[in-house]
């Protein structure tokens, strides 16, 4: 293992990684990664662990101090030109993206957009950060003010790897904080692009610093005793654990954890835009989205024909190389989550569902990317609400297809679960739509769309998909503290 000063640029040239080593205060380094693409090393790195958790831990703390102090303008002035930076090297990082991850090029060009647009939005936020005056009896007066919390841990899953790490440190740098970053051990790569480019754009030295590791990793991270908050995105028992560590120092948790989330078709639906609906729910990031309606209810008059737009569209989606173009389906993250995904399939035969198409693997004609992490998307019908694929996150490429009857039975069936990330409706009709989203016990819900995730509007889940909320205004509230000063103008009304 690599320990000391360095820095970890990875980009592909040819085969091979380089390690490219510069003085910063940021150490990177874990297990070895596969190309989900094509399955060969992507890159070797050591698990960080307690010394260099500490060290970076103790950079953040050192780059507060300044930081905190700036006005939010300052602030904004860093972020706007790590926004420049991002857009510079759009291409660069998207390409890393997919070699880090497996999805296709064009998604992870969206998903360098969501990075540069969250870092924008919240630039824009950083100088109204305000209080509030309240005036009290003989002139006296109270005010808040809005003070950033210190150092906040910002733990990734591997679905959106870079997206994820600039939608955690954007409003924690905007609010004032500094931030340790660790990626999932799956994905180490890109969030390192992300600590250079804010290196680039004039953040102090140890602002935002990215430790590479696993569990242990994470967990010296969540007990560190000068780590004020963990933001955290993954699954919920990981999540579980988060909040229960992180409960012994009393920390604030903001937590996006999984979901089983329900999309509902009404008969009166516009067909062409339900369909498209349904595979944005499902098929984005080789299904590996935590919002994905993989419960598709659809309304019984309507079944067959949705089934079989559905299923010739789903056919027809390209997969294979995701540096094509033409791709729109690349590899699935790594070998076991691949036979996870295919087990869950297995499953669903076994428990009477029919496979309408796909849920097998697939090998690429070309032979540099036969090892790859491949499957064909799956739609399943005849599913039912007992199934282990209606109930159980698969975080893969198979669209469960439920009929109904009726609006209240549907309602019913949609919130019978324990997670609440997202839901969606189909409807023409203005009033159901809304009647329909408000009883929907989710935290995200889309009318008439599916998975836009605008950085403007918060997101996030009801139940156990979550604590606290990405994106949007609101977000500042999680990663600052208000503090209340109390102005005595007379004299001091003293009982004693
Ligand atoms: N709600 C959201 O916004 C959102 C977004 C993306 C992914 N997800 C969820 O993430 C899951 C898939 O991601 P995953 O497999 O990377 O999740 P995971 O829970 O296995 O891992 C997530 C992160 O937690 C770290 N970790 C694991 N155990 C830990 C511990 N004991 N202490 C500290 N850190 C620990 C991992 O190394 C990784 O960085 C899915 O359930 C998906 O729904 C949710
Ligand atoms: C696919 N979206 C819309 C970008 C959602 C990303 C957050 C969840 O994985």
Known sequence: MKSGVFWLTAFESGLDFHLDERIT???????????????????????CGAAEVDQAVKAAKLAFEPWSKLSGMERARVMIEAAHIIESRREEIAETEVVNNGKSITEARL?????????????????????????????????????PLGV????????????????????????????????????????????????????????????????????????????????????????????????????????????????????????????????????LSQGQVCSNGTRVFVQRE?????????????QAIAIGDPLLESTRMGA????????????????????????????????????????????????LGDCTDEMTCVKEEIFGPVMSVLSFETEEEVLQRANDTTMGLAAGVFTRDVARAHRVVEQLKAGSCFINNYNITPVEVPFGGFKMSGIGRENGQVTVEYYSQLKTVFVEMGDVDSLF
Not at 302 to 314: A, G, W
Request: charged share 20%; proline share 7%.
């Open 152 to 283: 906040c841990a910002g733990i990734g899953a591997w679905n959106y790897p870079f997206q994820i790490a600039a939608w955690k440190s954007a409003p924690a740098l905007a609010c004032g904080n500094s931030m340790v970053f660790k990626p999932s051990p799956v994905t180490p790569v890109t969030a390192v692009l992300l600590a250079e480019i804010y290196m680039q754009a004039g953040a102090p030295e140890g602002l935002f610093n990215v430790v590479q590791g696993g569990q242990e990793t994470g967990s010296f991270l969540c007990h560190h005793p000068d780590v004020a908050k963990v933001s955290f995105t993954g699954s919920i028992p990981t999540g579980q654990k988060i909040m229960e560590m992180a409960s012994k120092g009393v920390k604030p948790v903001t937590l996006e954890l999984g979901g089983k989330s329900p999309l509902i078709i009404f008969q009166d639906s516009d067909l062409e835009n339900a369909v498209r609906g349904a595979l944005m729910a499902n098929f």
């Open 302 to 314: 309507i079944l067959s024909e949705f089934v079989e737009e559905v299923v010739r569209r789903t």
């Open 25 to 47: 205060p940021i150490q990177s380094l874990v297990t070895a990664g596969k190309k989900p693409r094509s399955r060969r090393v992507l890159c070797h790195l050591g698990p």
């Open 111 to 147: 998903d360098v957009d969501s990075a540069r647009l969250c870092i924008e939005y919240y630039a824009g936020l950083a100088s109204t950060l305000a209080g509030q005056h309240v005036q009290l009896p003989g002139g006296s007066f109270a005010y808040t003010r809005r003070e």
């Open 332 to 379: 699935l993250v790594s070998r076991p989550h691949l036979e996870k995904v295919l087990y869950f399939v297995e499953k669903a035969k076994e428990e009477g569902a029919t496979v309408l198409c796909g849920g097998e693997r697939f090998v690429p004609a070309d032979p540099t990317l036969r090892g790859g992490y491949y499957m064909t998307p799956c739609v």
